[in-house]
């Protein structure tokens, strides 16, 4: 029998593309973890859109909109709950 001897380099590539599959396989279903950093992200996203509305709210104390800026942002806001973004 014939023994193949493989450069060095090639060695932990091939290590590295195997243990990346194995990895990829196991990520079917989501555990707790991935299940917690979701809640996570949804706290964030909601904090954000908090944050943006009252920033919305004080710029307009200060400088109240014109009928453009409110239809704009009627339009803005249907676009939003129309895509759930």
Do not use: Y
């Not at 014939?2 to 990346?20: C, R």
């Amino acid at each position: 029998m014939k023994q193949f001897n493989l450069p060095a380099s090639v060695k932990p590539l091939g290590l590295g593309i195997l243990l990346t599959l194995a990895l990829l396989a196991g990520c079917s279903e989501s555990g707790p973890a991935e299940e917690a950093g979701e809640r996570i992200d949804d706290a964030v996203e909601e904090a954000g859109d908090r944050i943006e509305e009252a920033t919305r709210e004080a710029e307009d104390a200060i400088d109240p909109p014109g009928p453009a800026e409110r239809a704009g942002r009627q339009f803005d806001d249907a676009m939003e709950r129309a895509t759930g973004d």
